[in-house]
């Protein structure tokens, strides 16, 4: 028969073994990161290290998350000289030009997590919501600008890696798509869209 030293052994080992468990659940994720953007539309095409984000991430359920990332992002082109016709074709001016792109998205997130007990916690998700865009161009002394929101749609993949059993700082690997219906009629631009890879710190509990 098992004496009571190996019983209370047994239990003991069985709450530290649940006490764990419920530790390396997550809770809630609070993260900042660095993002580097490459635009595929034709005012720019330039990459950009500028670029960055803030999320909150509530875990509903152990694989699931909801919450809301704020991002921002800043591209910069120079185009040699050219030239380039009014709306309606009646003037025209041949010069060379600075470009700038600052992107606002706010966005709503859902992820799907494939696993989150070990070191890397790969996910899948989406952000929609809103994007402020602002479009310029710098002519020597002048300058033309055009601004506005439109619809944003954030697919993406990562992976949080965990730094340890008890630590609850976790870095933020991920990559993914941004397409928005930002528009100018004043550069003759139908939407913004743009990849991103970032890479970032977050803590949780």
């Keep these: 028969m098992m004496n009571m030293k190996k019983v209370i052994s047994i239990v003991a080992f069985m709450c530290i073994t649940v006490s764990a468990l419920q530790a390396q659940r997550l809770h809630n994720l609070y993260g900042l990161s660095w993002e580097v953007g490459f635009p595929t539309g034709d005012f720019v095409s330039k ?3 500028l670029g960055g984000k803030v999320e909150y991430r509530h875990f509903v359920k152990e694989h699931i998350s909801v919450g809301a990332t704020l991002g921002w992002n800043n591209f ?3 185009v040699p000289r050219k030239t380039y016709e009014n709306q309606d074709q009646t003037s025209a001016i041949t010069t060379d030009n600075q470009r700038f792109v600052f992107s606002l998205p706010i966005t709503g997130d ?4 494939f ?3 070990g070191k890397f916690v790969p996910y899948a998700g989406i952000g929609l919501g809103g994007q402020y865009a602002a479009h310029k161009a710098y002519y020597n002394i002048y ?16 992976t949080l890696v965990n730094l340890g059993v008890t630590n609850p700082a976790k870095l933020i690997l991920a990559a993914g ?3 928005s219906t ?3 009629d004043v550069f003759r631009t139908e939407n913004f869209q743009n990849f991103w890879l970032s890479l970032g710190i977050s803590f949780t509990n």
């Design 47 to 49: 990459p950009s290290i």
């Design 76 to 78: 910069e082109e120079y």
């Design 110 to 113: 859902f992820f799907y997590y």
């Design 115 to 117: 696993g989150t007990h």
């Design 143 to 158: 300058v033309t600008d055009d601004k506005g929101w439109g619809f944003i749609a954030r697919p993406q993949i990562g």
């Design 177 to 179: 798509y941004n397409y």
């Design 182 to 184: 930002n528009k100018s």
